[in-house]
Each structure stands twice: as C-alpha cells, then as structure tokens.
C-alpha cells in the first residue's frame, strides 16, 4: 500500500469516527497525534473525493405531511417519503437508493435476523449502504434464484452484500425462484439447504421487500421468468402486483394462479408473520402496486419517492 492509499485510509477511519460515532475534532486529533486543523482539512477532504456524501433533504415539510397522510391512511409505522421534485429520471434511483440505505441502517440492531427480497430498488439500496458493524446479525434470502442475468438483483447477491456491509452472517437459497410443477416445489422445499433458510426465514425481526409490477418495466417479464401466456393469465385475474414474487389484485388478495404455489420463497401469510416489513417501491408505474400492497396489510413500513406518494395521497381509497 502506498503512501496516498495510507492517506486515504486514514480520512476514511477518522470520517467514520466523526460521522457515525459522533467524535469531536478535539478528541480525533488526540487519538491520531494530528493537530485539530489537519483534522478539519481531512474531513472537507473527504467531502471534496467523494468518500463523504452530505445529503440535504429539500422541503421537508412537504414530505413531512405526505409521511404523515400514508402512515394515518394505512395504519403504517414509518414512510420515508424522498424528495425527487427536481431530479431527472437518472438521479431519482440513486436518490432514492441513498435515502432508502440510511433508513434501513437506522433499524438494524445487533441481534437480528433480516430477511431480504429482491428487486432493483433493493440492489440500489444495498450498494448504497454504509459500512456499519453490527454484532449477531444474520441476513437471509426470502426467494430464491438462479441464471446468470443480472444476478445483482437476486436475493442471495442482495443479502451476501448487505452483510458484508454490516459484518453478518448470511444464509444463501440455492433455488430457483419459479419452480415447473407442483411436483417438482415439493421436491425442490425439502431439500436441505432450502428448508434450512426456508425455516429460518420464518423467524425473522426485519423483512425488506421490493413492490413490483408485473406487466411495466417488470424484471420478472425482462429475465424471462414470466411468458407471455402466464402475463395474460394473470392480468384475466385482475394482478396489479408482486411482492416477493406473490402475485395479488388490487385490493392486496392473493389471485389463484398456479404460479402463486410454485415459488420457492416466503409466501405472504409467512410475511404477515414478521413484526416489521419494510415495502420499496417508487415511480408512476409504481402506484397501484403500492396501494395493493397497502391494502392487502402486507407492510409496517414504507420507502417510495415524492411524486408517488404524492399520487398516492392524492387518490382516495
């Protein structure tokens, strides 16, 4: 390692400290036998490289009052409404992402089994998490998945990377998420390294999951895991929506389709079994899908963006 990476290891060790544990100039500098000025240089350093990210949330009192409406409309815990009113379509991901990575940081505690799903927004809110050690901590996948399209999107990349963010232990589901018959999933869930994280999964204190839409911009429909004929089956249902890839209508039931009993996963009455869900979802194309989730009682918790919520708020129920 050379003398700029020891440099840069050192802002990064010192920003933590002033960050994240809240230290004084004062005391830093005496723990390093730095002088309080090179301190102060090293943390406006560090905001000028890109190691520190100061994020400044606009209008809070708009999102304020959009968080208060969801959580009094739909008996909600918490919603992080994430201001993206002057943000193009490129930068609400990341916004989104970002504010997401430092809502979930606040409710991890040591001592914890997470459960996590998969989907884009939690791989953006995973990438954006900061390393922040926690101890006995366990993350687990809660759907399966295999292929070799973007695998950074599946649930074992998201719960590998989440731990390594927060120095956990990990499980991994090796399975595919959609199974052929009803045959071959009881088959596949009684394997023993699936019923294993299966079983575990069921007692998870966190669950994040992802909202999806199966028939716009669906990942799903882009891997190739939903065909043509099951899509039109599912619309015929009335399907609005997925979570953790338990396809429900409008009003948050379960639509009797075969493929709903063919996922390797959590299924949804094992979800409403865990004390603290946490829903991601944002865009326009987002919006049922939201509110069939909401319906349907599934979350405690929920992380969309202003403009969604917004539409949200705006519709009656």
């Not at 731990?163 to 959609?178: D, M, N, Q, R, V």
Request: with cysteine; glycine share 8%; proline share 3%.
């Amino acid at each position: 390692m050379n003398m700029k990476d020891e440099h840069l290891k050192l802002i990064t060790k010192i920003c933590k400290l002033y960050y994240y544990e809240a230290w004084t100039q004062e005391k830093l500098a005496e723990k390093f036998d730095i002088s309080r000025p090179q301190i102060s240089k090293m943390i406006q350093k560090a905001r000028e490289i890109g190691i520190v990210e100061i994020i400044v949330r606009d209008d809070p009192f708009q999102t304020s009052e959009l968080e208060k409406e969801l959580e009094h409309r739909y008996g909600l815990k918490q919603v992080l409404v994430v201001p993206t009113r002057d943000l193009n379509k490129e930068s609400v991901t990341g916004a989104v992402g970002r504010a997401a990575a430092h809502f979930v940081q606040r409710l991890i505690k040591s001592g914890m089994r997470i459960g996590v799903s998969w989907g884009n927004t939690l791989y953006h809110m995973v990438r954006e998490f900061p390393l922040d050690k926690k101890d006995d901590v366990r993350i687990l996948p809660l759907i399966g998945g295999t292929g070799n399209v973007r695998t950074e999107v599946h649930s074992n990349y998201i719960a590998y990377e989440l731990s390594k963010k927060i120095g956990a232990s990990c499980g991994s589901l090796y399975a595919p998420f959609l199974v052929e018959s009803d045959s071959l999933y009881t088959q596949v869930v009684a394997m023993p390294g699936v019923s294993d994280v299966l079983r575990d999964a069921q007692n998870i204190h966190l669950a994040l999951v992802g909202i999806g839409n199966p028939f716009s911009m669906s990942t799903m429909e882009r891997f190739g895991y939903l065909s043509e004929t099951s899509l039109q089956e599912l619309r015929e249902l009335g399907t609005v929506a997925d979570i953790n890839s338990r396809f429900i209508d409008g009003n948050g039931r379960i639509v009797d389709h075969p493929i709903n009993r063919r996922i390797v996963g959590m299924n949804l009455d094992q979800l409403k079994g865990v004390n603290n869900v946490v829903g991601f979802a944002f865009g326009q194309h987002k919006i049922e899908c939201i509110r069939a989730a909401l319906r349907g009682n599934y979350l405690h918790m929920l992380v969309t963006d202003e403009a969604t919520a917004a539409k949200i708020v705006g519709t009656t129920d």
